[in-house]
């Protein structure tokens, strides 16, 4: 599953045991449970449900449930906030976008060029042309001498532009990378920050960070031990690191869910990092708090797409580029985007 997709997985609880074998049904002494299906709307899923439920129904109950089904679906569909839309905007005038070696401020070798391929995956959501890492490097090394995100504070934008032939640069700092393991008090904690500035002028036209952390403790020192982490992290808003290029960019601190049982934190980011994912251990360990971290950075809030959950904003979202998706034969886009509502994409 994308990471810009979400699903509702409805299953239906029966009191027989026998039941339509086709549809995988996984038999307790208690009762069965029918997998009806996995879609991308809720109300799909609830008229899937009631077409399992009318099938095992006395005719008399149909009218019943006709009835329940109407007014599950008007609550479901009131208790689900998402954010606005996502669309091309043609007036935007940054079209092709390189997203820099980031600036590492932490001691992990190998969380910058992850955290930056997350970047160029989720701007190019965004409707943005994004070149290559791979492209950029090897342009920067060759023709200008550049590996580090280190060495771009010396590196005129206009020397950057030219070179790489692009409308815009995306400059990033990896700030935190770090898997604490105490036994007590148990931490993973990312933190990124961004701007996207214009080759024609210059400014600075979107910035953004966050800290992504998810904790596990056990015990009573466990607990006093994240009640003091949780009081200092209040405290690093951003404004306590090192300007970005010139640029102080706010990166407050976010907690994930500690329990996921379900899958839900881990399901919405999932597939982000299948292509990208490193055989090294901490970007290994990390790669959910890094997609988060990325995925909050450009979209402006932390949302997980669960009834009666409503979007928590952090700063702006970045602004949508002008290239608008191809849509191919089957109504999917053929290597870009099509309009997004939160994570997910809305293809015609």
Not at 192 to 220: E, F, H, P, S
């Amino acid at each position: 599953m994308l990471p810009n997709e979400r699903s509702h997985a409805c299953f239906i609880l029966l009191d027989v045991p026998a039941c339509v074998p086709h549809w995988g049904v996984k038999e307790s002494p208690e009762f069965s449970v029918v997998y009806a299906g996995t879609y991308t709307e809720p109300s799909q899923w609830l008229l899937s449900a009631h077409k399992l439920l009318l099938a095992r129904m006395p005719q008399y109950f149909q009218v019943l449930s006709l009835l329940a089904l109407t007014l599950a679906a008007t609550l479901l569909s009131a208790c689900i906030t998402y954010p606005p839309e996502i669309t091309a905007n043609p007036s935007n005038p940054i079209k092709t976008v390189a997203v820099l070696p980031f600036v590492n401020n932490t001691n992990d070798i190998d969380g910058p060029p992850f955290v930056r391929q997350l970047f160029s995956n989720v701007l190019g959501q965004h409707f943005y042309d994004i070149k290559p890492p791979s492209v950029v490097d090897q342009k920067l090394k060759e023709q200008m001498g550049v590996t580090l995100g280190s060495q771009l504070d010396m590196t005129p934008l206009s020397k950057l532009c030219e070179t790489l032939g692009i409308d815009g640069v995306f400059y990033g700092a990896l700030d935190d990378f770090t898997h604490k393991i105490t036994g007590l008090y148990n931490v993973k904690r990312v933190r990124v920050r961004g701007k996207l500035v214009d080759c024609k002028n210059g400014q600075t036209v979107w910035k953004n960070g966050i800290g992504v952390k998810q904790v596990m403790y056990a015990g009573t020192l466990g607990a006093i031990a994240k009640l003091g982490a949780d009081s200092q992290d209040k405290q690093e808003t951003g404004q306590e690191l090192t300007p970005l290029f010139g640029d102080t960019i706010p990166a407050p601190w976010v907690e994930l869910p500690t329990q996921d049982s379900k899958g839900i934190v881990a399901g919405a980011i999932s597939g982000l990092v299948d292509k990208i994912i490193s055989k090294a251990t901490s970007t290994t360990e990390l790669s959910q708090q890094a997609s988060w971290a990325t995925i909050v950075t450009v979209k402006g809030y932390f949302h997980i797409p669960t009834p009666f959950s409503s979007p928590t904003y952090y700063g702006a979202q970045v602004p949508s580029g002008p290239v608008a998706p191809t849509i191919g034969p089957d109504g999917r886009p053929e290597g870009g985007g099509c309009q997004m509502r939160g994570f997910v994409y809305k293809c015609n």
